[in-house]
Each structure stands twice: as structure tokens, then as C-alpha cells.
């Protein structure tokens, strides 16, 4: 979970996922009034910035507040 239930939690996401995802936003294939409009303008580089930034953070369990590899978690 991210800050708040409507925001998912990005952190240790693998980079592939989010790749896909990002693109499909900006390509119009996956809408969302929020992520959309940001995503639009986003490049080939910016996503695979983006990407590996998000999959290099520690995931936060939600509810124990600490640090765990999402790896462990599948």
C-alpha cells in the first residue's frame, strides 16, 4: 500500500512491471485521470529511470512498518 489505500506502493516493484505499466499509460492503453496525464509525456529513458529507481527502494510491509525484499514475498 502506498501513503493512502488509493496510492499503490511502488517500492521493490520489479523494473519490468513498471515498465509495462508506465508505458501503458502513456500510450493510452491503461487510464487513470491521475497517471495519465503525468505518464504522457514521459520518454523511453524517463520510464526505464523511473523504473529502476522504484525497484532499487526496500518495500515497506504495511503492517509491520518494516523493510523486506518483494522477492521474499512471492
Do not use: H
Not at 2 to 26: C, W
Not at 35 to 58: C, H, N, R
Amino acid at each position: 500500500r502506498g501513503t493512502t489505500p488509493l496510492f499503490p506502493n511502488l517500492n521493490g516493484q520489479k523494473p519490468e512491471y513498471l515498465m509495462v505499466q508506465l508505458k501503458a499509460f502513456r500510450d493510452g492503453k491503461r487510464t487513470d485521470p491521475t497517471m495519465a496525464p503525468m505518464a504522457i509525456a514521459l520518454s523511453e529513458q524517463d520510464i526505464a529511470d523511473q523504473a529502476t529507481f522504484y525497484g532499487v527502494l526496500k518495500y515497506k510491509d504495511p503492517s509491520t512498518g518494516g523493510s523486506v525484499s518483494r522477492s521474499r514475498l512471492s
